[in-house]
């Protein structure tokens, strides 16, 4: 099997990272369907979920059964929000960060409009809505550079490299 290949930290340059505005940010995110939430438990653990979601006026909505996600949410908790999207054959990518607090949506109206907006993959009920209220939105996209792709032909027999075309 070949080796992975990465790029570390140590090989790039400021060049490479560009910063982006909050309005870039949300528009990045707005391409995605799957982000992570993250915030500290009370036993001081902090927990990653995965959540479908959607922005609305610049925060993060997404549904949630009775759980860990909801008490959090509901009490009030500081939540962080990322996504991302990566391209491995073109070594780019970026990721936004969105922290705040969260809360349940409590106004009837308001929960069944923005339930509307998240569209869950789970096939579980998911009936509370909650709002992430952005305080910050950071992201970093990692610039295209030019280059060339690299093909490997593995030996079915060894498994190794047969060739390589540039």
Do not use: C, H
């Given at each position: 099997?070949?080796?992975?290949?990465s790029l570390s930290l140590t090989q790039m340059s400021d060049e490479d990272l560009e910063d982006l505005d909050s309005a870039s940010c949300l528009d990045?995110?707005?391409t995605l369907d799957v982000g992570r939430c993250a915030w500290v438990a009370e036993d001081g653990r902090v927990v990653v979920l995965p959540v479908?979601?959607?922005?609305?006026?610049?925060?993060?909505?997404?549904?949630s059964a009775a759980g860990?996600?909801?008490?959090?949410?509901?009490?009030?908790?500081?939540?962080?929000?990322?996504g991302?999207?990566?391209?491995?054959?073109?070594?780019?990518?970026?990721?936004?960060?969105?922290?705040?607090?969260?809360s349940e949506v409590s106004d009837p109206e308001e929960a069944a409009r923005?339930?509307?907006l998240v569209h869950p993959w789970a096939q579980d009920q998911r009936p509370n809505v909650v709002r992430l209220h952005s305080e910050e939105i950071t992201g970093r996209r990692?610039?295209?550079?030019?280059?060339?792709?690299?093909?490997?032909?593995l030996d079915p027999d060894s498994?190794?490299?047969?060739?390589?075309?540039?």
């Open positions: 099997m070949p080796a992975a290949r990045l995110l707005g479908n979601f959607a922005i609305d006026e610049g925060d993060i909505i997404f549904r860990a996600k909801l008490a959090a949410a509901r009490a009030g908790q500081r939540f962080s929000f990322e991302d999207d990566v391209e491995p054959a073109l070594r780019t990518g970026w990721s936004v960060l969105v922290t705040g607090w969260a923005l339930a509307q990692l610039r295209l550079r030019a280059g060339g792709t690299r093909i490997v032909y498994g190794g490299p047969a060739s390589e075309q540039e």
